[in-house]
């Protein structure tokens, strides 16, 4: 009843921290959604009003980047000789097309009446003819958005002490006609026939153009930054309508394939409604909202956001339900802890005899399965063979398949026994000098030869390399070692190594099977473990523990160095087996 009652406070005080947390996420949606007023939520609206948007708007549409504009042409390449061609009012490639003949000429007639240091009525009217003769051309014979770039930088800039007025540039550059689009168009959304150095070279030009004419030049240098930008990384698919949080980034998907982002620095934001609630005297003055960092890192929906409010009167309930617990259970604790400590006996013993019945039962069950297995596999191999004797066929391999299942079922049953024997007592050790090299030999020459085994060892150690164990144990560990290898191996061959390291009494046994996953090193060592993969049922689970068992023995030990469980590599289990330095009579050196 005590814990209960506790429980019941915490939870109404946590109810009212969710109902909290509730309010402020309500608050700052509202004030999302205001901040998204004002700004363009369509394609349509965005090709009319791009020129007065402000360059913090970003908009997605089919998950490419489309506002800010970027140059969508080639990254390489040198600048266009349609700029040669302006500048000497002559085409250079011999299949220019007649409009942009007409368009050369008209250019250079009006570059030579602009030359002159005065004109007379005639010249003037002749310029003026000339000059609307020009935009004729403009208005009614079109060209690449490259050329017409080219075409009007050009006209913008002739005549050395002769300035056209800001009207008209104005004209030419921003807003156009209804009979021709102005500059701007084809430099920020007709940009994929240019090269990176034609843009270039035309927002240089352009910007002087601008300043010259006392004309707005801060949104243009904006834009033409953003224009240079490489294309964002790929867009989040996002749930539509849902507001979302990306650093100091608005996120707002409108449709499966419309997506705006706005500012909207999240901690800015908080203190703000911070302030609204206090205002509104839901949370005091030394209240605080305080914002994850992960929050600010990661794209999250504002609904997910996780923040924490530091309320004065949250802690002190909390100090007073704690407080008033702790007098309450400190009165029955004496009653309650005898209690758990008899039950906690009982569950004990019961679980310890569940446990001993479980392991037993699956003792029991594994090797009757184990053994069932190779002897049944024998038999049949066994009938096998002496059919096609009698038949006179071809033996084939059944021989060596035969003493094959005899070694695995000779080293379930060396594994069993030893391990009865280790664990009741009965094992004593004979120490002696061993050539690791040759023993290793021995267990090599006896894996192959049984025909279908393709062991390969590989020494990295002195020919006499000595180690100091009882011969038969240490053998069973080696055959263990090598079994587990070849029958993990993915592979047509099965690859071991042998190695030790200088000043060090302990060697390494690396192989190219499937590898043991990192959270199983321990397990593999306990009795009957199996690691859960394709594999795993080839083994028995005692090799393993036997192989520790042996080694404790001798006051060493067996772990797992290194272990790669990609298929594809040719790397498996590195282990690394540790055996005390000892001379022939069992004296530590």
């Known amino acids: 009843m005590i814990v209960v009652e506790y429980r019941n406070n915490l939870q109404l005080i946590q109810d009212n921290k969710q109902l909290m947390q509730e309010t402020v996420i309500r608050t700052l949606k ?23 948007l402000p ?84 208005e009614n014979y079109p060209l690449s958005p490259l050329e017409e770039t080219i075409s009007g930088l050009r006209f913008l800039n002739l005549g050395d002490n002769t300035r056209w007025g800001h009207m008209l540039v104005n004209t030419y550059l921003i807003t156009g006609t209804s009979q021709f689009s102005p500059l701007f168009d084809y430099l920020f959304t007709q940009n ?48 539509s309508n849902a507001l979302h949080i990306e650093r100091n980034t608005l996120i707002m998907s409108l449709s499966p394939s419309l997506m705006i982002k706005i500012p909207f620095k999240l901690e800015y934001e908080l203190k703000r409604v911070l302030k609204q609630l206090q205002s509104q005297a839901i949370l005091n003055n030394n209240d605080d909202i305080i914002i994850k960092k992960n929050n600010i890192i990661n794209i999250l929906p504002i609904d997910s956001l996780s923040f924490t409010i530091h309320r004065e009167l949250w802690e002190k309930q909390q100090t007073s339900q704690k407080n008033y617990f702790i007098v309450k ?92 024997r280790i664990k009741s007592g009965e094992v004593e050790l004979s120490i002696e000098a061993l050539n690791l090299q040759q023993l290793v030999t021995q267990v090599t020459q006896r894996f192959n030869e049984d025909s279908s085994i393709n062991l390969h060892c590989h020494y990295e150690l002195p020919k006499d390399y000595l180690v100091y164990a009882d011969v038969m144990l240490l053998e069973l560990v080696i055959t263990n070692l090598f079994s587990n290898a070849i029958k993990y191996s993915q592979h047509e061959k099965t690859i071991i190594t042998i190695k030790n390291k200088i000043n060090s009494s302990a060697f390494f046994i690396s192989d190219n099977a499937c590898g043991i996953s990192r959270k199983n090193w321990q397990l593999v060592f306990d009795d009957f473990f199996r690691e859960k993969n394709k594999l795993a049922a080839k083994g028995s689970g005692v090799g393993l523990s036997v192989c520790k068992m042996i080694l404790r023995l001798h006051n060493g030990n067996i772990t797992i160095e290194s272990s790669n469980t990609n298929p594809k590599e040719q790397t498996g289990t590195t282990w690394k087996i540790e055996l005390p330095t000892v001379d022939i009579n069992h004296r530590e050196l």
């Open 192 to 239: 994929q026939a240019f090269t990176r150095e034609d843009l270039q070279y035309s927002i240089k030009n352009i910007s002087i153009l601008l300043e010259r004419n006392n004309l707005r030049t801060e949104w243009f240098n904006q834009a033409s930054n953003y224009l240079l930008k490489k294309s964002s990384s790929k867009i989040p698919n996002l749930l």
């Open 30 to 52: 509202k004030n999302a959604e205001e901040a998204l007023q004002g700004y363009p939520t369509s394609i349509e609206t965005v090709n009319k009003q791009w020129k007065e």
């Open 329 to 420: 259970l400190t009165l029955s604790s004496f009653f309650v802890i005898s209690l758990f400590a008899i039950i906690y006996n009982i569950y004990s013993q019961q679980r310890r005899h569940l446990k001993y019945i479980n392991l037993r039962e699956n003792f029991i069950n594994l090797v009757s399965h184990e053994l069932k297995t190779p002897l049944a596999s024998i038999r049949l191999m066994v009938e096998t063979l002496q059919k096609r004797y009698q038949r006179q066929l071809d033996l084939k391999n059944y021989p060596y398949k035969i003493v094959g299942e005899v070694d695995r079922l000779s080293l379930m049953v060396d594994n069993l026994l030893s391990m009865n």
């Open 55 to 138: 360059l913090d708007f970003t908009l997605y549409y089919s998950g490419e980047h489309f506002y800010p504009f970027r140059f969508s042409g080639e990254t390489t390449g040198k600048k266009s000789v349609l700029w040669e061609s302006y500048d000497n009012f002559q085409a250079i490639d011999i299949t220019t097309n007649e409009q942009t003949v007409m368009r050369l000429k008209a250019l250079k007639e009006i570059d030579a009446l602009l030359n002159h240091q005065s004109l007379n009525t005639n010249q003037k009217t002749k310029l003026n003819s000339i000059v609307k003769s020009y935009f004729d051309l403009v």
